[in-house]
T-cell receptor, first 116, second 114 residues
Framework: GAGVSQSPSNKVTEKGKDVELRCDPISGHTALYWYRQRLGQGLEFLIYFQGNSAPDKSGLPSDRFSAERTGESVSTLTIQRTQQEDSAVYLCASSLRPWGSNYGYTFGSGTRLTVV | AQSVAQPEDQVNVAEGNPLTVKCTYSVSGNPYLFWYVQYPNRGLQFLLKYITGDNLVKGSYGFEAEFNKSQTSFHLKKPSALVSDSALYFC????????????FGTGTRLQVFP
């Protein structure tokens, strides 16, 4: 696609429910990243995919968080038993790799998750 | 640990005046440095990057940034601010140890007043 697409754009869920967030990267982008942005705060790294493997998942906050990626395509971030502190905007980005002189992330518009 | 710091939560400037948004970094090896901008209810947009070469990097919307190795800084600048430049600005550094990702600063909110 022309850009990074995330769905849903907004999600309100009850505390304790599971949620799935989806990211469609730019076609041909082998690297995919998930970040979390809490209200008024910076971007917190969650996980990095190269193809369908995740060399770095050091930013996942707890075992309630997991992510997978199908080939060099769609990724889903799953949060189980959601808590109020999970409320945030979840941003996905993709990039070409190996990084060349034209490197740069392209971000999606994010999924705003609200846990009530 | 590799990181970036944005010491100012907010920068206020009058339209037409020059602006500076500060960023310092801590990395091992040669740094790859980036600036991104986030407008309200929109995703992050790439402004510019420093990989190698000239210390003064020019980017989108008239922004530029100066890489200063001795001061480990990468401040974002614009000679004449516009009201439409009001947004949240993030500095980022590439981290390569056991990974390949960008680490972002906490962000600086720029307010340009008419």
């Amino acid at each position: 696609g022309a850009g990074v697409s995330q769905s849903p754009s907004n999600k309100v869920t009850e505390k304790g429910k599971d949620v799935e967030l989806r990211c469609d990267p730019i076609s041909g982008h082998t690297a995919l990243y998930w970040y979390r942005q809490r209200l008024g705060q910076g971007l917190e790294f969650l996980i990095y995919f190269q193809g369908n493997s995740a060399p770095d998942k050091s930013g996942l906050p707890s075992d309630r968080f997991s992510a997978e990626r199908t080939g060099e395509s769609v990724s889903t971030l799953t949060i189980q038993r959601t808590q109020q502190e999970d409320s945030a905007v979840y941003l996905c980005a993709s990039s070409l790799r190996p990084w060349g002189s034209n490197y740069g992330y392209t971000f999606g518009s994010g999924t705003r998750l609200t846990v009530v | 640990a590799q990181s970036v710091a944005q010491p100012e939560d907010q920068v206020n400037v009058a339209e037409g005046n020059p602006l500076t948004v500060k960023c310092t970094y801590s990395v091992s090896g040669n740094p790859y440095l980036f600036w991104y901008v986030q407008y309200p209810n929109r995703g992050l947009q790439f402004l510019l990057k420093y990989i190698t070469g000239d210390n003064l990097v020019k980017g989108s919307y008239g922004f530029e940034a100066e890489f200063n190795k001795s001061q480990t800084s990468f401040h974002l600048k614009k000679p004449s601010a516009l009201v439409s430049d009001s947004a949240l600005y993030f500095c980022a550094v590439r981290v390569l140890h056991n990974t390949d990702k960008l680490i972002f600063g906490t962000g600086t909110r720029l307010q340009v007043f008419p």
